[in-house]
């Protein structure tokens, strides 16, 4: 089992940046890879980000890339997601997640992950 906490949402304007917060217990940090995901009111949940187990890979939605930035820190049992010149649009309640999947395909599908936070919540105003 895995269990993942989410922090660091909050309300913010358009151009700012944030950095959201992954802390995981449980299974060994290194067991697994690490996933973004985000929901907006009324839409599916989709893919923004994820990370490789060793931290080399890194895969990012067409709409994030160049502006958000995923890392993970093994030692600390924590992976990260610095956003930046954040958008109305990137409005959404943010999910990490975890997988053992390894291949950068798999680590696009939500449906591949294991173990969800609870979300936080990312507001942009205009």
């Known amino acids: 089992q895995v269990q993942l906490a989410e922090s660091g949402g909050r309300l913010v304007q358009a151009g700012d940046s944030l950095r959201l917060s992954c802390l995981a217990s449980g299974r060994p940090f290194t067991d697994y890879a690490i996933g973004w995901f985000r929901q907006a009111q009324g839409k599916e949940r989709e893919f923004v980000a994820a990370?490789?187990?060793?931290?080399?890979?890194?895969e990012y939605e067409d709409s994030v890339k160049g502006r958000f930035t995923i890392s993970r820190d093994n030692a600390k049992n924590s992976a990260y997601l610095q956003m930046n010149s954040l958008k109305p649009g990137d409005t959404a309640v943010y999910y990490c997640?975890?997988?053992?999947?390894?291949?950068?395909?798999?680590?696009?599908?939500?449906?591949?992950?294991?173990?969800w936070g609870q979300g936080t919540q990312v507001t942009v105003s205009s």
């Open positions: 997640a975890a997988t053992f999947y390894t291949s950068t395909y798999a680590l696009t599908l939500k449906q591949d992950y294991n173990w």
């Open positions: 990370i490789t187990r060793r931290g080399d890979i890194k």
